[in-house]
């Protein structure tokens, strides 16, 4: 590992004073440690988040769950306001790592861990998100991992965060600290696609530094579960994943919010199936055909095409375990 300067600032304005293009802010370190040993981060210095407060958990007057920056995974999924408010963000949270990561793991490091392709890992392999303009490795490479959704030509890497697709569906607001002052992002504008520049991955500048998460106020009487597919049933990436929010009236769906995971370029809403899905009965053939409209714009390659149908899959069944609960009266 190159060597580095660890800066341990005791407020968010020093922390800041200390950040430029070349430093690094550490959190649990559970991404940027790996991808230091590995050479693909290489900071001169690292800004320790540790001693910044940033590590409540608070309802605001209007409703809405303000979470610190450093609040770590294992106690957001256990928060009891969580856990009676937003029980897809409690499962997708456990869902992800070992309990000894999301022990470590912090909000904002979940928010910003990098994808998990292997090309982009390997700093001996071309990789237009690590190294721009060098190509693009997993195009026609080993895809089996790589999204559908949100791809361009010059990136295919999926976002690998479950927590991530819980936020997209809950709806939320990024709130960053930076010289010119404080910017309150939308979850859906943070992580950006690919396109012509996957190595902007996000709409943080270089000075600033996510202070909270905030969360929408959670729909009265919504039922929601998320449902994580992947190769073997934990300590392992999603394949496809898919956060499922819903009320009802009767038999009718009144609002729907789905997101999805392991299947594109950045945390995604699916909102062609979330507009098919309102006014209609909750049945499970509507389930089906909402969710083939959330691939009709996928562009499948060689080894990742199944996650066509794997991502309809967890669409339909997210939405039918949803709706199940709301017929047994588990309100949430
Ligand atoms: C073996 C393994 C399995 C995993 N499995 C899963 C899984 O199934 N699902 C899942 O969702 N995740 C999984 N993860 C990823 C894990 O959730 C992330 O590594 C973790 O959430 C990152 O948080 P951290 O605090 O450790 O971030 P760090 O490693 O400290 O930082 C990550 C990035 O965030 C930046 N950063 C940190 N804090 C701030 C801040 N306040 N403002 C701006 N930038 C900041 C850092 O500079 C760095 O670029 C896994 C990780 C490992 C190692
Ligand atoms: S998919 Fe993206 S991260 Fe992976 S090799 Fe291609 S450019 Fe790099």
Redesign the pocket.
């Known amino acids: 590992m190159q060597s580095f300067e660890l800066i341990r600032p005791e407020s968010v304005k020093d922390a800041i004073g200390a950040q430029s293009e070349r430093s690094?802010?550490?959190?649990?370190?559970?991404?940027?440690?790996?991808l230091m040993k590995l050479g693909v981060?290489q900071p001169d210095h690292v800004v320790d988040?540790n001693r910044l407060g940033l590590d409540e958990i608070e309802v605001l007057d209007d409703g809405r769950l303000k979470i610190g920056?450093r609040v770590s995974?294992s106690r957001l999924a256990t928060d009891a306001r969580v856990e009676r408010d937003y029980p897809v963000l409690s499962q997708a949270l456990l869902?992800?790592?070992?309990t000894g990561?999301r022990n470590?793991?912090?909000t904002?490091?979940?928010v910003?861990?990098?994808t998990r392709c292997p090309y982009f890992r390997d700093p001996a392999k071309p990789c237009n998100k690590r190294e721009p303009g060098t190509g693009c490795s997993a195009m026609d490479g080993i895809n089996r991992n790589h999204a559908v959704l949100g791809t361009s030509e010059h990136c295919i890497a999926t976002h690998?965060?479950?927590?991530c697709v819980a936020m997209a569906a809950i709806g939320a607001t990024v709130v960053v600290e930076g010289r010119k002052g404080t910017r309150e992002i939308p979850f859906e504008d943070f992580h950006l696609l690919p396109g012509d520049h996957p190595e902007r991955e996000h709409d943080?500048r270089s000075d600033e530094?996510?202070t909270h998460v905030v969360l929408d106020a959670p729909l009265e009487g919504a039922v929601s579960t998320y449902l994580k597919l992947r190769d073997r049933a934990s300590?392992?990436?999603a394949l496809a994943s898919c956060a499922a929010i819903v009320t009802l009236e009767g038999t009718k769906v009144t609002a729907a919010r789905i997101a999805l995971g392991g299947v594109a370029t950045k945390p995604w809403r699916a909102v062609d199936a979330e507009a098919a899905l309102v006014g209609e009965d909750a049945t499970a053939k509507m389930f089906e055909q909402v969710a083939l409209l959330a691939f009709q714009r996928a562009i499948p390659l060689e080894h990742n095409a199944f996650k066509v149908e794997l991502g309809q899959q967890a669409i339909a069944r997210a939405l039918r375990d949803a709706v199940q609960q709301a017929s047994q009266g588990e309100h949430q």
């Open positions: 690094a802010y550490i959190g649990g370190g559970t991404t940027l440690v790996d981060m988040t920056a995974n869902s992800g790592a070992s990561l470590m793991a912090t904002a490091g979940n910003m861990q990098r690998p965060s479950d927590m943080l530094l996510i300590y392992e990436f």
